[in-house]
């Protein structure tokens, strides 16, 4: 399941915005989506937007008015139309859970607003008998759930990541975060479909991480005494096991060592200490590599810590389940890391989310404020918010090709005059004002005297011609 469009009408800066989220060769849903904007245009409260609606593809999204979401199952559009005309406290699904399957309608302005503007039985049954040709649906409860409704304990998975609050959490642990086994065990046969990966819950990371370790060892009693390995050797055991059921600490330290092996740090999994007792906590750390000197969580800068954390937390949700319908919504990945990491960080986030099948069966949505991030993004994948004339923010897709110089994207799609600053904008002046005199003088030692400076400039701004 993936959404391919949503409208928004009369929600804060949003007057009646349309986000398409479909490659225009094919018409299907795309798997990424990168919207950048100024500050203000509305990026976070899409993302949120987005955690409020999946989850039933209803919202308790307070003060809108009126707003459609249309998704793909098994390339079928399903378009859900909310409204909170006539309703005191939130916003409803029109039809109370009736969902309209769209056939090709044309005109679609003139039939959202026939359906917008329903809002008791009398309205519904006139605007379901103009549309009837359309073949306007009501699936009977056992579709809606089944294909619809995501479920605990399922192969369903949201993942919502905010952008980093005032008060970093992570910057507390300076041991490990807190957690314990006891916490851990109730994970088994518990596992919800929605998850909040931020510095808020940093112990429900840690908790994931020591039942995926805890789990571990209960799938080795089991494939040990299986009937058909009886028989064989603890070698052979231990091999075939090893290769079906991974380490959880060996793939986040595959993970995190990307970025720690910069600072000549590690994870240090082979001096990890498992939990025992009830009121025990994994007990593993960050080390220095040639000092062999732990490094408290805390002492890591913020980026390392923040790329650490959030990678690690979706990843340990992914690790060894089978996700068919996913969605993944994080604000600002690029928050505290240095430039040389954006480069690829997009790819690093569609690796962790690929299921124990190999499979990659969720849809990303990302903000950002970083080209680099950008540039790792097809054209259409990628969604510019901008104010329009008349004070509401309207949307755009994006023009720069994928892997395209970020600078080139801070002007085609960021909309910005120039990428240089106040002082680098006067030294282009001058630049340019020098080799007008250069053209211009026949004297050869003031000849060379501008080309020396025309030279200096051009070297240090790296201007060309």
């Avoid at 996913?326 to 954006?342: A, C, K, R, T």
């Avoid at 051009?458 to 060309?464: D, I, P, R, T």
Wanted: aromatic residues 12%.
């Amino acid at each position: 399941m993936k959404i391919c469009s949503i409208r928004i009408k009369g929600f804060q800066q949003f007057d009646d915005i349309f986000l398409d989220f479909t490659n225009p060769e094919t018409g299907e849903p795309v798997e990424k989506v990168c919207f950048i904007g100024r500050n203000g245009t509305g990026k976070s409260t899409i993302l949120r937007f987005l955690n409020e609606a999946i989850p039933q593809l209803s919202s308790v999204y307070r003060g809108l008015t009126v707003y459609s979401i249309t998704v793909i199952i098994s390339k079928v559009k399903y378009i859900f139309f909310y409204s909170s005309k006539g309703h005191q406290s939130k916003p409803q699904l029109i039809f109370d859970n009736y969902i309209v399957l769209k056939e090709n309608i044309e005109n679609e302005n003139g039939w959202f607003e026939d359906f917008a503007m329903a809002v008791d039985n009398q309205s519904l049954l006139a605007v379901r008998n103009k549309y009837k040709e359309y073949e306007l649906l009501k699936p009977d409860n056992n579709h809606i759930s089944n294909q619809l409704i995501m479920n605990n304990n399922s192969s369903d998975l949201l993942i919502y990541s905010p952008a980093e609050s005032q008060i970093n959490n992570y910057c507390s642990v300076n041991d490990v975060p807190k957690s314990d086994l006891d916490s851990a065990l109730k994970l088994f046969g518990n596992h919800p479909f929605y998850n909040e990966v931020s510095e808020q819950n940093v112990s429900d990371f840690w908790k994931q991480l020591i039942f995926l370790t805890k789990s571990r060892e209960n799938e080795r009693n089991i494939f040990e005494n299986r009937p058909e390995n009886l028989s064989k050797t603890k070698k052979e055991l231990i091999e075939e096991f090893e290769k079906e059921y991974p380490k959880i600490l060996d793939r986040i330290a595959k993970l995190w060592n990307k970025i720690l092996d910069k600072a000549g740090l590690e994870f240090d999994i082979e001096n990890a200490r498992n939990p025992i007792q009830l009121t025990d906590n994994l007990q593993v750390y960050i080390k220095h590599k040639e000092l062999n000197r732990r490094i408290n969580y805390n002492q890591l800068s913020t980026g390392i810590r923040n790329f650490m954390f959030r990678i690690g937390h979706i990843y340990s949700l992914y690790f060894n389940r089978e996700i068919k319908r996913g969605f993944l919504l994080v604000d600002e990945p690029e928050n505290s890391l240095f430039p040389d990491f954006l480069f690829d960080l997009v790819k690093t986030y569609q690796e962790i989310v690929i299921d124990k099948n190999g499979e990659n069966n969720t849809q990303m949505f990302f903000s950002t404020h970083s080209p680099i991030i950008a540039a790792q993004f097809e054209p259409y994948e990628r969604i510019l918010l901008e104010w329009d004339d008349t004070g509401y923010v309207k949307a755009f897709k994006g023009t720069a090709p994928a892997g395209d110089d970020p600078n080139d994207l801070l002007i085609k799609d960021f909309k910005l005059k120039n990428v240089m600053g106040e002082k680098g904008q006067e030294m282009w002046k001058e630049y340019l004002s020098l080799k007008k005199k250069l053209r211009k003088t026949t004297e050869e030692t003031e000849k060379t005297a501008l080309i020396e400076k025309i030279t200096k400039i051009g070297n240090s701004y790296n201007f060309g011609e």
